[in-house]
């Protein structure tokens, strides 16, 4: 059965940092893109950024420079790094990620639990 697992959301103040993980587990052959989207309260999901199968990524521009997606293929691991938070940035936190069980066969798209990320003073 394979799983996202996230972690490293919390509370932070303007101007700080967090690291968000996103932890594939199961059979797993390769995490091969993945996103980060978040919601915020009374709002509808939105995509954050994007990294695909070369390790190329791409940011909404309301984080663009602020935000970093990386991925450690190793520990089938996507992360977002998330610097100069602002309150607007509030939000609960979902990674997507696209995969294989195995070498050869299809791709499999699996969302992670979601963790809350809140910017407060």
């Known amino acids: 059965q394979v799983q996202l697992v996230e972690s490293g959301g919390g509370l932070v103040q303007p101007g700080g940092s967090l690291r968000l993980s996103c932890a594939a587990s199961?059979?797993?052959?390769?995490?091969?893109?993945a996103d980060w989207y978040r919601q915020a309260p009374g709002r509808e999901r939105e995509l954050v950024g994007y990294?695909?199968?070369?390790?190329?990524?791409s940011y909404q521009d309301f984080v663009k420079g602020r935000f970093a997606i990386s991925k450690d293929n190793a520990n089938n691991t996507v992360y977002l790094q998330m610097n100069s938070l602002k309150p607007e940035d509030t939000a609960v936190y979902y990674c997507?990620?696209?995969?294989?069980?195995?070498?050869?066969?299809?791709?499999?798209?699996?969302w992670g639990q979601g963790t809350q990320v809140t910017v407060s003073s």
């Open positions: 997507n990620a696209v995969l294989r069980t195995t070498r050869f066969g299809p791709e499999y798209s699996y």
């Open positions: 199961g059979v797993i052959f390769s995490v091969n893109s």
């Open positions: 990294i695909d199968s070369g390790g190329r990524t």
